[in-house]
């Protein structure tokens, strides 16, 4: 499957973007899909991750309750909803999917970068104070 996410840009602290991230090849409905990012420097990191089995996402605690995940099976998408953003979200951010894993996998492996198999090329978030 292939990933391409789009949605970044600048935003002020405080403000709100919404990402993307289309896939093609293959319908994702049955993937495990999560959001990593990367800032300047640092290791990417888990944002979020979604399974498959319907239930509930997986968030990082620095993201619980400001960003949500959400499936668009209708386009092949999901989305990842970001509100109340600060300048320590600042960093690229990557959707991937894992088309292996358990309809609901262990947080901890939804967690890791390794876990997953896709990824999109990542699209540019920067938060101005």
């Known amino acids: 499957v292939q990933l391409q996410a789009s949605g970044g840009g600048l935003v002020q602290a405080g403000g709100s973007l919404r990402l993307s991230c289309a896939a093609s090849g293959r319908t994702i409905n049955y993937y495990v899909m999560g959001w990593f990012r990367q800032a300047p420097g640092k290791e990417r990191e888990f944002v979020a991750a979604l399974p498959w089995d319907g239930g509930s996402p997986f968030y990082a605690d620095s993201v619980t309750g400001r960003f949500t995940i959400s499936r668009d099976n209708a386009k092949n998408s999901v989305v990842l909803q970001m509100t109340n953003l600060n300048t320590e979200d600042t960093a690229v951010y990557y959707c991937?999917?894992?088309?292996?894993?358990?309809?609901?996998?262990?947080?901890?492996?939804?967690?890791?970068?390794?876990?997953?198999?896709?990824w999109g090329q990542g699209t540019q978030v920067t938060v101005s104070s």
């Open positions: 991937a999917a894992d088309p292996m894993g358990a309809a609901r996998p262990q947080p901890a492996s939804a967690r890791r970068p390794e876990s997953y198999s896709s």
